[in-house]
């Protein structure tokens, strides 16, 4: 009775440590998801397939990367278009406004056939492996130049197969389903058969792939045996593989779901005894943790899937230590979806004939607003990548490793061994438990909440060294003065903080001269240089694409040639026409005054808040405080010619006052984040660009694309007879984009485009999702023939 009750005792007390463990895991998990956001990005890209000087318009989603719903942390987001080496050949900067962002590049003449990739980004997604950036794959052909792509070969090659036993463990004399992939030289998956041997050639198991070359088998390996995998391709050719390590100790799971609610994880052993804890999370959020012992070497844990959330949910075996031994995915399919109602009045329109698009949106029986995005383009001969849709996206392939082929196959049928090998083939990818022990995590990039980031180094010119405590100013020569500061830290690094900078501008980047003149600056990229796992499938050049490309050609440079002026012009004008000082306490047109030939009679005749004064042969400025009358500051004041900080004031009263336009002047203490001037006098020339005045050698000077501004997407119309009798040629292949439709709750909503002179099959791509995080797609086509006389 004593030993039974000692038993009990003993029992209860490591049951309630194991309790712990579950608790304390699951709270870490909490903490590392509320200390640390994580951001998602979708790109909608118009179409798949796109000539040179055709032009990519795409619009961005930036969503919590676990309940996906719109996330407004960072307020630029960046895209990139990159070669089969991983090098970029296109870069782009978008505003994102409320978690959404639209914006287009154009594709120049030089680059070669071929496939590329897309990758989108912040920086906060910096931080992380560059697997988590949004990633697609785009083909871009050069009907100009000679194809390069690589010549389709007859040698056989090995198939890139894969061996993954459930949990990721195979140990001797337990059994477990071992999933497996093998994909071709395309990166698709591929037809096989295939075997497990012995070291003496004995078969002990034969398997084929169920879909897209993914599928599974049951073995036991055991102790003293060393096994080979061969592969039998469709052309009977056989490749030798070697398996997995086999561990001697170790733990295996299995996933079962034992009935239609009900979830069964088992686990089982070998040489290892103890707790061990269970803990599910779906996409990084907690949703259910348990303890139990290893009794004989097996531990079983069942629960109600209905507490697991929509989508891929990650299943944690620790052990007593509390590491982890074992993970296993799970796919819950979700319970909404956004049901997009995209309806084309009739099949068949004329050439430019107006097409009513009727748009509705619902989730379950429940009409529900949602933020659209539209594209039509043609369909022809031409290959072209799979559209990536925002569904399968967000709720799949963007929480999994290594591509995944045909995504949207999972989500249109009810394929559940199909999604099961899947999960089995592709592991999580969000983060590593390694990262949520970590107790004080530090970034290297901060996420931009307010604009765009402008970072650098200070550094010694002689040495090279980075330099702390060293005060530098960066700005672009406007009519509208933009500046900005920043203090180099311990490390020498210094970040400018730019809020509405839009385009291409000239920046010049500077130290003041008067104090520090040994040092020079260097401006880093703002673009990721990491690279990823994503690989892109071959391109091969075919000669029947040969008509399709001459159209296509055609097409693009007529449209180019009509295209109006206004429609190929990027809109960076700003609202704002204030300096970044704002109302000034003096201003003068100088055209208002009479005009004295030199700078010096300007100041000492017009300005009185200024004092233009000699000391030791050299002039200097002083303002006068506003807040004590007569009373001026004892150091010299920001002195700037459009916008830009001149630090020689001999040098600025020998510019000519007659290029002038403008002089405002603070008369008072200002600051402008880390420094403060004593008072500001500030020059504007007529066209904002400095007017020849020469910039200090020591300065850094660069061209620098900001935050693009906007563009709109051009079609014509053909409401009235005349437009319709134009004999100005279209050609357009691409109908229409809309990437900012928003449907309400009450009524559907009617859109409409005209067709162009060229005639084909045209496909219409809607793409959506809600402020909860609900997202859907939808694709009709309808076709466009010639008008008959």
């Known amino acids: 009775m004593k030993t039974r009750f000692f038993l009990i005792l003993y029992s209860l007390f490591t049951l309630g440590i194991a309790t712990g463990r579950a608790q304390n895991l699951t709270q870490q998990l909490t903490n590392y998801r509320q200390q640390i956001p994580q951001e998602k990005l979708f790109f909608h890209l118009d179409r798949p397939l796109y000539l040179v000087g055709e032009t990519i318009w795409f619009k961005t989603h930036c969503v919590d990367a676990a309940l ?108 477990s389903k071992v999933a497996f992939r093998a994909v071709g030289e395309d990166g698709k998956g591929v037809a096989f058969r295939g075997r497990i041997v012995n070291q003496q050639n004995d078969t002990l198991v034969r398997f084929e792939p169920y879909k897209f070359g993914i599928g ?239 970072s650098g180094k200070v550094l010694d010119a002689k040495t090279g060294t980075p330099v702390s405590n060293i005060d530098t100013y960066l700005a672009a020569p406007s009519k509208r003065p933009q500046l900005f500061a920043s203090t180099s830290d311990s490390l020498g690094r210094i970040l400018f903080e730019l809020k509405h900078f839009l385009g291409s501008k000239e920046v010049i980047v500077q130290t003041n001269t008067r104090k520090d003149s040994t040092y020079r600056i260097e401006i880093n990229s703002p673009y990721s240089d990491k690279t990823s796992s994503y690989s892109l499938p071959p391109f091969r050049f075919d000669a029947s694409w040969k008509n399709d490309l001459l159209t296509r050609s055609i097409n693009m440079q007529t449209r180019n040639s009509f295209l109006p002026k206004s429609a190929q012009q990027m809109n960076t004008t700003e609202a704002d026409t204030l300096a970044f000082f704002g109302i000034p306490d003096e201003k003068y047109l100088l055209d208002a005054y009479t005009r004295f030939p030199t700078l010096e009679e300007v100041m000492r005749e017009y300005v009185p808040g200024v004092a233009v004064r000699r000391r030791q042969g050299k002039f200097i400025f002083r303002v006068y405080d506003k807040l004590q009358a007569n009373v001026p500051f004892e150091e010299e004041p920001l002195v700037m010619i459009d916008g830009v900080p001149m630090f020689d004031t001999d040098k600025v009263l020998t510019f000519d006052p007659l290029k002038i336009k403008a002089l405002q002047v603070i008369d008072g203490l200002y600051y402008l984040g880390p420094v403060s001037f004593p008072g500001i006098v500030s020059y504007t020339t007529y066209k904002g660009d400095l007017a020849g005045f020469p910039i200090d050698p020591r300065a850094l000077v660069l061209s620098y694309e900001g935050v693009q501004g906007k563009r709109e997407f051009y079609a014509p119309r053909y409401d009235s007879a005349a437009q319709l009798k134009s004999r100005v040629p279209d050609f357009r292949n691409h109908l229409y984009w809309n990437p900012q439709v928003v449907t309400s709750t009450d009524s559907k909503q009617t859109l409409n485009f005209y067709t162009s002179d060229q005639a084909g099959t045209y496909r219409v791509v809607v793409q959506g999702i809600t402020d909860k995080g609900v997202a859907g797609s939808k694709m009709v086509t309808f076709e466009v023939k010639k008008s008959s006389l």
């Open 68 to 175: 996906h719903t719109p996330m407004n942390m960072s307020k630029v987001a960046y895209l990139e278009v990159l070669d089969k080496d991983q090098n970029p050949v296109l870069q782009t900067k978008i505003t994102l406004n409320g978690g959404k962002g639209t914006g287009s590049v154009f594709i120049p003449p030089f680059l070669a056939s071929g496939n590329y990739f897309v990758r989108g980004y912040t920086q906060w997604m910096k931080n992380f492996s560059p697997e988590f950036y949004f990633q697609s794959t785009i083909t871009i052909a050069n009907p100009f130049s000679k194809p390069t792509s690589t010549p389709a070969t007859k040698v056989a090659t090995p198939y890139e197969l894969q061996l993954f036993p459930e949990g990721g463990q195979w140990v001797q004399g337990l059994e």
């Open 216 to 454: 599974s088998f049951v073995f036991t390996p055991q102790a003293g045996q060393s096994y080979r995998v061969l592969l039998q391709n469709t052309e009977n050719k056989w490749f030798t593989y070697a398996p997995p390590a086999i561990l001697e100790q170790g733990y295996v799971v299995q996933v079962n779901e034992s009935t239609a609610n009900t979830l069964e994880i088992v686990v089982r052993a070998q040489g290892k005894e103890g707790a061990i804890s269970l803990l599910a999370h779906t996409k990084g959020v907690g949703k259910y943790a348990a303890q139990t012992s290893l009794q004989n070497g097996q531990a079983r844990f069942t629960f109600n899937k209905n507490l697991l959330g929509d989508g891929t949910t990650t299943l944690t075996i620790f052990d007593n230590k509390q590491q982890p031994v074992c993970e296993r995915l799970y796919f819950k399919r979700p319970k909404e979806s956004l049901n997009i109602a995209a309806k084309i009045t009739k099949p068949l329109y004329n050439t430019r004939e107006k097409v009513e698009l009727d748009l509705g949106t619902q989730v379950g029986t429940a009409k529900t607003a949602a933020d659209l995005s539209i594209s039509v383009f043609l369909v022809d001969s031409l290959p072209a990548p799979a559209p990536v849709l925002i569904d399968s996206y967000l709720g799949l392939s963007s929480d999994l490793k290594g591509t995944v082929e045909s995504p949207h196959y999972y989500f249109q049928n009810e394929d559940d061994m199909a999604l099961d090998h899947l999960m089995l083939t592709h592991g999580w990818r969000r983060f590593t438990w390694n990262d949520v022990t970590q107790t004080k995590p530090k970034f290297a990039f901060a996420p931009e909440m307010t604009g765009h980031f402008i």
